[in-house]
């Protein structure tokens, strides 16, 4: 009874939020067009996506708290970002709402879980490419991983699954400029729209992460600042058993933007034959994504996906891999010597 109060709790503040004009227009414009309007009601969900659940989503993004790709799901990604929420703020660590945990997300993450955005000349000018091959082999032959499709690079872009996208904005045209559409209302953080009020990177004056905790078990990622303090918490996909993630403490060597993705035959992925070293051109479909960490851990790094729904429920090629929007800013917090520590 008391979760399904709490669900009440939830779904009556989201529906609130956007139908409320003046909450709307606190929050002020998101990148690229939109105008924070967040007015209209709340299109009618398809089975399975929990508004209360999209609500809490949401406002975990804004405040550091990543549950992945927003998808209105109660998966174990959200679960986890809940759990830590909850711990972090003295709240009953159960990884479920409840009414004093929407209580505490709204008083930190206040703006409308919604918002309207209109699809800019920039968001459908590609280049876009019709499918991502499979086999590595395959995609070194492209001259860019780049996104399938507007549709994409826009749920990406704030953060959501397509499905969810899609779910909103039923009859949208994603390629068309000046379309309007219904989208998580997410923050923007330098080198693109990242998660913003706790996040790291979120701010110019945002604090560095001086020591990133990546546990093996529970598959995911704490940044703390120099004091020790709970900076972020991200979702994360784990070694293999082709490869294991490694043991011990490193540091970070350096980052690189839209990477290049060389394999090498040593590495024997499953399903991989060729046996000569070959390089895959960069983009976000990349298999690491628009950004990798370098560890001083040879091989080793932290990086983005091609696959943002898939994070923390699959297994990685034994490095650490988090959604393309978590690892870019995470990649505008941390600095060369900053401590990775992996725990078992």
């Known amino acids: ?11 009556g503040a989201l529906l609130a939020l956007a139908a409320d004009p003046a909450c709307a227009q606190r929050s002020g414009q998101t990148s690229g067009g939109a105008s924070g309007s967040a007015a209209q009601d709340l299109p009618k969900l398809p089975q399975g996506i929990h508004p209360a659940v999209l609500k809490a989503e949401v406002e975990l993004d804004r405040a550091g708290f990543s549950p992945g790709a927003i998808d209105g799901h109660a998966g174990d990604n959200f679960s986890k970002a809940l759990g830590a929420f909850q711990a972090q703020n003295g709240l009953a660590a159960s990884g479920k709402p409840d009414a004093p ?11 409308p879980v919604l918002t309207d955005y209109e699809v800019t000349p920039d968001d459908v000018k590609g280049p876009f490419v019709k499918r991502i091959p499979h086999k590595m082999e395959a995609m070194a032959k492209l001259p860019r991983l780049a996104y399938t499709s507007p549709r994409e690079a826009l ?6 699954s397509e499905g969810l996208l899609q779910a909103l904005n039923r009859k949208a045209k994603f390629d068309a400029p000046g379309t309007r559409i219904r989208v998580a209302n997410v923050a923007e953080a330098p080198g693109g729209p990242t998660t913003g009020t706790a996040q ?5 004056d945002a604090p560095k992460v001086e020591r990133i905790e990546i546990n093996k078990h529970e598959r995911v990622l704490r940044a703390f600042d120099k004091d020790g303090h709970l900076l972020v918490f991200y979702p994360a996909s784990i070694g293999s058993a082709e490869k294991p993630a490694p043991s011990g403490t490193f540091k970070v060597k350096g980052v690189a933007h839209n990477p290049i993705y060389h394999y090498d035959p040593k590495f024997a992925f499953k399903g991989v034959k ?3 070293k070959f390089t895959i051109p960069p983009g976000p479909n990349n298999p690491v994504g628009v950004v990798w960490i370098d560890l001083t851990a040879p091989s080793y790094g932290i990086h983005g996906t091609p696959n943002p729904d898939k994070i923390g429920k699959t297994e990685s090629h034994g490095c650490i891999r988090l959604t393309n929007w978590d690892a870019r800013a995470l990649a505008a917090a941390v600095h060369k010597g900053t401590q990775v520590e992996f725990v078992e």
Request: hydrophobic share 55%; charged share 30%.
């Open 200 to 204: 790291a990177g979120s701010r110019k």
């Open 155 to 160: 749920a990406e872009k704030f953060h959501m």
């Open 101 to 111: 945990t929407a209580d505490k997300l709204d008083a930190i993450a206040p703006d």
């Open 274 to 276: 060729a046996k000569h």
């Open 1 to 11: 009874m008391h979760r399904m109060l709490a669900a009440m709790f939830a779904l």
